[in-house]
């Protein structure tokens, strides 16, 4: 009976730690990124209609048909793999694919020994900026060891993208209720505490209009928890690659800019909005500003 009473009380504490830390207000909207008359001229040219026909039946038919194999691959080795390693090979050959198809070369800059496979020797975060569909691939091929992801519970609707979330030991959060995701979160922190790297995406979802969105108040909940290393992130371009609401890649290079670590040593929850604003401020210098355009 103690048991249990004791096992009650840790997760309501749990549940309270959680709807403090990611309660927040919904990210405002700005005003959209502006172009100047000559780059709009070129990019109109670059992008018209034989890059639209390129990319709705070449690069999405194949994108499409890749997602359908490797996913439902990966759907079958869920059965038996348990750590999830061969579902994250699955996803880098499927990302690579893209990369590949897609015909946007990237090029890692900054602090590129921050994405060495075991650099620091402490627990990892990587807090990346989402502006694109895209950006998942990106991170396959580009982040060269296993990690986790922090995605929102509505991804589960997606066919074939959404099952592997869920089998390949993701972590799911539903933001309307963080409560709800406490066993998730749990195992996330067991993960990240022995030495697992995981993704998150601090602005919550994809920006709609190219520039940095608000952060989530618990953006960095696990962070702190697990006394983890931040590695700051923005992906440049990848906006105009693929915005969204469209299915027109625009194939362009893009960038992959690493920041300086930033530690969480000795920190506590009642930090987390000062460690917030202090990654935001890394990954708004590493994107030159607010915008993720170009």
């Known amino acids: 009976m103690l048991n249990k009473i004791a096992t009650t009380a840790e997760a309501e504490k749990g549940g309270a730690e959680l709807r403090s830390a990611w309660t927040g207000e919904a990210p405002v909207a700005t005003s959209p990124v502006p172009r100047s008359p000559a780059s709009t001229k070129t990019y109109a040219r670059r992008h018209g209609w034989p890059s639209r026909l390129r990319s709705y039946f070449i690069f999405d038919p194949l994108i499409w048909a890749y997602t359908i194999v490797l996913g439902s691959t990966s759907l079958l080795t869920s059965l038996f793999d348990k750590d999830g390693r061969i579902q994250h090979r699955l996803a880098t050959a499927w990302s690579w694919l893209i990369m590949k ?147 027109h890649i625009r194939s362009q290079p893009l960038e992959m800019r690493v920041g300086k670590v930033i530690s969480t040593a000795g920190m506590t929850l009642a930090e987390t909005e000062a460690v917030s604003a202090r990654v935001k401020a890394a990954i708004e210098e590493l994107a030159g500003g607010s915008s993720l355009s170009g």
């Open 101 to 247: 198809t897609i015909l946007s070369p990237v090029t890692v800059t900054g602090n590129a020994g921050a994405i060495v496979p075991g650099a620091g020797g402490r627990p990892r975060v990587f807090a990346i900026t989402h502006a694109s569909a895209l950006d998942i691939p990106i991170l396959y091929v580009y982040l060269p060891f296993q990690f986790r992801i922090v995605f929102k519970s509505e991804l589960l609707s997606y066919p074939f993208i959404g099952w592997h979330l869920k089998r390949s030991g993701q972590v799911c959060i539903n933001q309307q209720n963080p409560s709800a995701s406490i066993g998730a979160i749990k195992s996330a922190l067991r993960s990240l505490r022995s030495g697992m790297p995981l993704v998150i995406f601090p602005e919550g979802g994809r920006t709609p209009n190219g520039k940095i969105q608000p952060f989530l108040p618990g953006a960095f909940f696990l962070a702190i928890k697990a006394q983890a290393e931040i590695v700051p992130i923005a992906l440049a371009g990848t906006f105009d690659l693929l915005p969204m609401n469209t299915y």
